[in-house]
Each structure stands twice: as structure tokens, then as C-alpha cells.
């Protein structure tokens, strides 16, 4: 049996009397989580979901969210999040595209949602709003019986998740049970999750991070969850002396850095922080240690390959890297032309293994330019291995810029920007210049109080880096653009930007 649910399930079993959930001053134990799935399970099914069917969800976070999706597991049915900022223009492309039997979404939206469900052919639309509220809600309390755990092939499909894509259409990569079964059990071993463990939960469960990554560690070490509705500096601190593990993206941690009542004190029963979605500044990194004596372990993955890398639990973890590839998960790096290089050498990340997902949703071509023969998947991740195999991650393949025929890194350009002591943060990208084809340039973000001599900058940088390097323009932001995981939008500095040599 293949179901992951089945896995989940009898790691629920092994302490039926344990908590296994916290969510908005409620708490489940392993029993009644289970029981409570099996009723989520049967509603659906009264519904008619059947196994193989799509249920598309976008809902506000919550315990019921949790045991939503964990019924669509149970049942064999291929379960759909979605980002709750889409609007309903994009709700129609995923409707159309991914043909839901069933929708769930907030009774908020209900009323333009189901006219989006009608329009794209999906047959039933309910409800389910963050307090418990909604008619499927209503449903699930009138079941008397737990549906049984389908039996599922270690292909199957277990979700299609809609990849966050800064360009062109969204693609719905597929991801089977066996691909969350083996990328889970790796990251238990790797990070030591334990029945002891209190995990602080309070990122979107419409991604794989939260979805995943957290979710499927600590249900199937008998871990407790403390669910937040989202991330909330003061909320996440006053939690965090349960806790023993936080996983966050980036910005969680700079969030976290910003209250005063940060200290070792505070986070005395941490025994891990992980990052990871988005790069972590090594500034952050040594800030956190200074303030908490943490050193935050920091990992890389993708909606298509799961977890990928890892800094290690015990041992060096070493920031500005992402560690070494996950045990049974094998990452190399090539040239164009698919050949590997040697360590030291920048070049495309690719990813083979249990993890890698099964293509994306009805897009056979896309999927076959993404896969090398020998069946390695191109990340679109330019990286290199340091002399003693730890990986470092160096931007993305289409972030290179190419100005007067040489190739510029972003990353590289982004660490020197760093360095000056005003700068907060910097996002290096290219915009279109009548001599070059592209010009670098840079947008920065201030530290409190600071204030910088773009010019000057520039000054300095020439006498760091190459000339091609040197941003031709650096831009003064309050923020930078970022979407829900907190990666830097360039395609949105690329569009804002994209006049400013007058072509
Ligand atoms: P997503 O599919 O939304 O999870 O985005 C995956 C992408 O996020 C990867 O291909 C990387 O570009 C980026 N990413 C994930 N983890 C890290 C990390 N630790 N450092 C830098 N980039 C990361």
C-alpha cells in the first residue's frame, strides 16, 4: 500500500492518545485527527469525489484545511491547493486547466468562485472558511463513518501543484504518493524528527513547503503541530518557547530579528530552524546566531523534486550554501550541453531520484525539454558544488543576464551590493540598454537609518568587480517585490525598469 495517507496513518496509530494538533486554542490527538479525516473522507465521497478525480482547493489556512487534505489522500483523490491571493481570473485557469470534480473554497468567495466553477464545467463547489464554517463543513459533522485508505501505487498521483512560475503559464507539476513518501522520510532522518518534537507551523499550506515539507515530517514522527493562521512575528515568539523545531522562509527569520524580545531565552527549547524557498542572507544567518545562538539550517527545493539539499543536522552548516543533496537524491551540475563539471565550476543544477515528480499536467512537451535523457530533471537553477560538496545556489538559469555578450551572475553582483554596510537588501536583474542588449541593474533597499550615495557605490563596485558586472543603475526601494514565499519578483523590476535606457 502506497498511500501516504496509509503511512500517516499508522504513524497516528503508534500513540492514539498523543496530541498530534493545536490550532486556534483546540487540540487533536492522533486518534481523533484520524477519525476526523475518515469523516472529511466520506464527505467527499457523498459529494462525489471518487479516487483518480482532481479537488481543487483554495481556502484560508486552519485545521480543517489540514484534515481536508489529508482525506484527499485517504481517498485517492488528487488534491489541488491554491494560493489564496489568486484572483479569479487566474482561478479560471486553474479550473479549466487542472478540471476539478470538486472545488472548496471560502464562503467569502463563494459567490463569484462558483460562478467561475460553473463556467469551467466543475460539478461541486463547497465551502470552508478558517473558523470551521461552511457547508462542507456541515457535512462532515453529519458522517458517521470514516472512509476506508484507498490503495494507491507508488505513481499515483497524490496532488498537482501549480508552480509559482514568474513567467508565461502557470504549470501544474504532478506529484505521486511515492514522491512524498521518499522525499519525507528523507528529511526525518536527516533533520532527526522525533514523537518528541513541537513543530511551530506557520506557513501557507497551499504550498510545498507548509504542505509538505512540515506537514508530512511531523505527522509521520508523531510530532505535536502548533498551527498559526500565518506567519505573525510576536504570535510565532510567544509560541516559540514550546516549540522545538521552526521551519520559515527567509523573511520569517528577519521578522523574527526585528522584535526586541528575541534572545537565547526565548527559543531555549528550539533544537532546529530551517530556511529555505528563498536564499538566506548570510547576514541574517550570523544575526540569528548572534541573538539566539542558532545557526538556522538552511535547505533547497522546488514544487517539481520536493527537498533537494540539505546543511547538515549535525556538522557544518554553512551559510550562503544549501548543504549537501538528501540521501537517495542525486544533484550534478552541467554545462549546456548536459555535461557535468567539475566542483568549483557555476553551472546548471539538475536533480534525479525518488523526488522528482512525474511531468507536468498535460504538458508532455514542456515536460520533455525539462528532462535530460539519462532521466535528470533541469531545475533552472545555476549552482556549484564547493570544493567539499557543499552546494551553492547562484540564481536562476533565467535570471542570467547577458550584457555585451558576457555572462553576468546576479548573485555575485547581489553579495557585493550586501556588503555595504547600508545596504538592507539588493535584487540584481537586467533591463534592456541600446548598446549591450541588456544592462545590469540593481535595486536596493536601505537599512533603518541609513542613508547611500548610489555613486559612491558604484565607485566602490568597480574596484570589486569586473566592469561588465557593475550595475549601470542602482534604484532606491522601500521594499523589494516579493511574492508569498518570499522570493524576489524580477520579472516585476524587469517590467518597471524596462525603459530606463529610453529604448
Ligand atoms: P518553488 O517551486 O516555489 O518551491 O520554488 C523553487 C525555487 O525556489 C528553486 O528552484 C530555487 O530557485 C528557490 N529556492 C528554494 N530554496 C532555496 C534556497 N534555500 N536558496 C535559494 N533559492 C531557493
Redo the contacts with the bound molecule.
Keep these: 500500500m502506497s498511500n501516504l495517507y496509509a503511512s500517516i496513518q499508522a504513524s497516528l496509530a503508534e500513540r492514539p492518545e498523543a496530541t498530534v494538533l493545536e490550532a486556534g486554542g483546540q487540540t487533536w490527538t492522533a486518534q481523533a485527527l484520524d477519525q476526523w479525516v475518515g469523516r472529511y473522507a466520506s464527505a467527499l465521497v457523498e459529494i462525489g469525489l471518487q479516487p483518480g478525480d482532481r479537488i481543487a482547493v483554495q481556502i484560508e489556512k486552519s485545521a480543517a484545511n489540514i484534515a481536508l487534505y489529508l482525506a484527499a489522500l485517504r481517498l485517492g483523490a488528487i488534491y489541488v491547493p491554491l494560493n489564496t491571493a489568486y484572483v479569479e481570473r487566474e482561478i479560471e485557469y486553474f479550473f479549466g486547466d487542472a478540471e476539478p470534480r470538486v472545488c472548496v473554497v471560502a464562503p467569502t468567495r463563494y459567490e463569484n468562485l462558483s460562478a467561475v466553477a460553473r463556467s469551467t464545467g466543475v460539478e461541486h463547489c463547497v465551502t470552508l472558511g478558517a473558523n470551521g464554517e461552511g457547508s462542507l463543513a456541515e457535512l462532515v459533522e453529519r458522517q458517521t463513518r470514516e472512509h476506508e485508505v484507498v490503495a494507491r501505487a507508488a505513481n499515483d498521483l497524490a496532488v498537482i501543484c501549480y ?2 512560475g514568474t513567467t508565461g503559464r502557470s504549470k501544474g507539476a504532478m506529484i505521486s504518493h511515492g514522491n512524498l513518501v521518499s522525499n519525507a522520510d528523507a528529511l526525518i532522518a536527516a533533520w532527526g524528527f522525533t514523537a518528541d518534537d513541537v513543530l511551530l507551523h506557520a506557513l501557507p499550506l497551499y ?2 513547503h507548509g504542505l509538505f515539507v512540515a506537514l508530512h515530517c511531523a505527522l509521520l514522527s508523531g510530532a505535536r503541530i502548533l498551527l498559526q493562521p500565518k506567519f505573525d512575528a510576536r504570535a510565532a515568539l510567544e509560541a516559540l518557547p514550546r516549540a522545538t523545531v521552526m521551519m520559515g522562509v527567509p523573511t520569517f527569520y528577519t521578522r523574527l530579528l526585528a522584535e526586541p524580545k528575541l534572545d537565547r531565552e526565548s527559543v531555549r527549547n528550539v533544537r532546529l530552524f530551517v530556511s ?5 542572507l548570510v547576514d541574517t544567518f550570523e544575526q540569528f546566531e548572534a541573538r539566539t545562538g542558532h545557526r538556522i539550517l ?6 517539481e523534486t520536493g527537498m533537494i539539499a540539505s546543511n547538515p543536522l549535525h556538522g557544518e552548516r554553512r551559510a550562503g550554501t ?1 548543504g549537501h543533496p538528501l540521501p537517495g537524491v542525486s544533484v550534478r551540475i552541467t554545462n549546456d550541453a548536459g555535461e557535468p563539471v567539475p566542483n568549483g565550476t557555476i553551472g546548471n543544477v539538475e536533480v534525479k531520484g525518488p523526488n522528482v515528480f512525474q511531468g507536468y499536467w498535460r504538458m508532455p512537451e514542456k515536460t520533455a525539454t525539462e528532462f535530460r535523457a539519462d532521466g535528470y530533471f533541469i ?3 545555476l549552482g556549484m558544488f564547493d570544493a567539499d560538496g557543499y552546494l551553492r ?1 547562484i540564481g ?1 538559469a533565467k535570471d542570467l543576464i547577458i550584457s555585451g555578450g558576457l555572462n553576468v551572475y546576479p548573485k555575485e553582483v547581489e553579495e557585493a551590493l550586501d556588503a555595504f554596510p547600508g545596504v538592507a537588501e539588493s535584487a540584481v536583474f537586467g533591463i534592456p540598454h541600446p548598446d549591450f542588449g541588456e544592462a545590469v541593474a540593481a535595486a536596493i533597499t536601505l537599512r533603518p537609518g541609513a542613508t547611500v550615495d548610489p555613486e559612491a557605490i558604484l565607485a566602490t563596485l568597480r574596484t570589486q568587480l569586473a566592469a561588465f558586472k557593475t550595475p549601470k543603475r542602482i534604484f532606491i526601494l522601500d521594499e523589494l517585490p516579493r511574492n508569498a ?1 518570499s ?1 524576489v519578483q524580477k520579472a516585476v523590476l524587469r517590467d518597471r525598469y524596462k525603459d530606463a535606457f529610453g529604448n
Excluded: Q
Excluded at 529555505?276 to 538566506?280: C, K
Excluded at 538552511?298 to 514544487?303: I, L, N, Q, S
Design positions: 508552480t509559482s504550498h510545498i529555505g524557498s528563498a536564499p538566506l538552511e535547505r533547497y527545493g522546488m514544487t544549501v531545475t533552472g537553477d545556489l536562476r514565499m522570493k
